[in-house]
């Protein structure tokens, strides 16, 4: 096999799978800045991370398995914090913005062709911003490993086809957890999660997942 029949994937019997983010993906990661900055402003909103994330998956407009998934575990976990904290808009829109340039550089079917879910990659990217972790930082660099490590576990427990929705909600629950303990900073209770997504998804693996709600 040639090297350029090798790297060529094969998703859903089409050989050009294109990896690259391109133009036409961009409102789906606009869309998510957009309602997180709106969320944020709005005080009377209690910010729970997994309901933020519902209610930006829940918009029609938005595909079902797309990269903007990478985007919304360090979007929402941020907006969460800095609201916890007490952040300005300003603090957080300039978070956002780095996270927004990391996510763009992760790019589609990452899960599957790299071995590393680009979720669990958020949650690098987010930990990597609230506590202002470089190469060359020491404890916050181990972390901001670990909480991609323990990310990716949780989502190797199950058998694939992959699961944007299934992947983000394990992210954030591990993301809540770590910066909980690691960080100290409160972030809401989600209780159980029932996936309203499931539906929509024809490869989902129903009982398999601790999420269906059937």
């Known amino acids: 096999m040639s090297l350029k ?3 060529t994937p094969v998703i859903d019997g089409q050989p050009s799978f294109v990896m690259e983010i391109l133009p036409e993906d961009i409102p789906a990661y606009d869309k998510v800045n957009e309602i997180c900055l709106n ?4 005080q009377n909103q209690d910010l729970a991370p997994v ?6 998956m829940g918009i029609p407009e938005l595909p079902f398995h797309h990269p903007f998934h990478h985007y919304l575990v360090s979007a929402v976990l941020l907006t969460c914090s800095y ?3 007490g952040e300005d808009r300003k603090t957080l829109d300039n978070a956002l913005k780095i996270a927004y340039e990391r996510s763009l550089k992760v790019l589609k079917g990452f899960c599957g062709l790299y071995g590393c879910c680009g979720a669990a990659v958020g949650l690098g990217i987010a930990y990597s911003i609230l506590t202002n972790t470089t190469p060359l930082s020491k404890k916050s660099w181990s972390d901001t490993n670990r909480i991609t490590g323990l990310g990716l576990i949780e989502m190797a427990k199950y058998s694939g086809p992959r699961c944007c929705k299934r992947n983000t909600y394990i992210a954030l629950l591990q993301g809540v957890a770590f910066i909980r303990e690691n960080l100290k900073i409160h972030l809401a209770d989600e209780g159980t999660i029932h996936c309203s997504f ?5 490869e989902c693996l129903k009982e398999n997942c601790c999420f269906y709600p059937l």
């Open 5 to 7: 029949d090798s790297s």
């Open 39 to 42: 969320t944020f402003n709005d």
């Open 51 to 56: 309901a933020l994330a519902e209610k930006i």
């Open 83 to 85: 609201r916890s904290l």
């Open 198 to 202: 499931y539906a929509k998804n024809k």
